[in-house]
T-cell receptor
Framework: SQQGEEDPQALSIQEGENATMNCSYKTSINNLQWYRQNSGRGLVHLILIRSNEREKHSGRLRVTLDTSKKSSSLLITASRAADTASYFCATTPDTGNQFYFGTGTSLTVIP | DAGVTQSPTHLIKTRGQHVTLRCSPISGHKSVSWYQQVLGQGPQFIFQYYEKEERGRGNFPDRFSARQFPNYSSELNVNALLLGDSALYLC?????????????FGPGTRLTVL
């Protein structure tokens, strides 16, 4: 079973707009990561945020983590057509060496 | 620099057969993890190996096994294939324990079980 769930399942926006996707998870975590996947290919790591961090930035990406609500959000600013992909959150529970991906958000950026 | 490589890229098997998938990590990476991704779903964690030892296992039956070699490459073996094993199998490598660090993914092996 998967630990996380992304919301929304699908998102369609115009180029230049911001895209926000959310991730909820079930158990206490050590860290949370976001990955991007283009058309069923290998995943690309975007950002890692540890459980003692609340916000992290990388280029046009901003990730927040609220451990009290067991949720995270990924914001992509000034979106581009090349950002079209599926986005997954992935969590590491604070007990055990497993890794759980969420269900994913499919983002379409319209030129 | 070469990224994570996986072989074969595509594979067709019939029910009951056995399959071996191979993965070569990025040079210098000592951790390899395996994932199964069924169409339309997120990847599911199968195994994590670090320094040639199993360091994590997902909720998969014993038909799934893996090993890591002295050069840190890895094999995933699946016995007694079922139709439900049809999926994209992804390998990822990282410098240290995968679950605590950035992972670099290969392109995957598409397995079809008929």
């Amino acid at each position: 079973s998967q630990q996380g769930e992304e919301d929304p399942q699908a998102l369609s926006i115009q180029e230049g707009e911001n895209a926000t996707m959310n991730c909820s998870y079930k158990t206490s975590i050590n860290n949370l990561q976001w990955y991007r996947q283009n058309s069923g290919r290998g995943l690309v790591h975007l950002i890692l945020i540890r459980s003692n961090e609340r916000e992290k930035h990388s280029g046009r990406l901003r990730v927040t983590l609220d451990t009290s609500k067991k949720s995270s959000s990924l914001l992509i600013t000034a979106s581009r057509a090349a950002d079209t992909a599926s986005y997954f959150c992935a969590t590491t529970p604070d007990t055990g060496n497993q890794f759980y991906f969420g269900t994913g958000t499919s983002l379409t950026v319209i030129p | 620099d070469a990224g994570v490589t996986q072989s074969p890229t595509h594979l067709i098997k019939t029910r009951g057969q056995h399959v071996t998938l191979r993965c070569s990590p990025i040079s210098g990476h000592k951790s390899v993890s395996w994932y199964q991704q069924v169409l339309g779903q997120g990847p599911q964690f199968i195994f994590q190996y670090y320094e040639k030892e199993e360091r994590g296992r997902g909720n998969f039956p014993d038909r799934f096994s893996a090993r890591q070699f002295p050069n840190y490459s890895s094999e995933l073996n699946v016995n007694a294939l079922l139709l439900g094993d049809s999926a994209l199998y992804l390998c990822a490598s990282s410098t240290r324990l995968a679950v605590h660090n950035e992972q670099f993914f290969g392109p995957g092996t598409r397995l079809t079980v008929l």
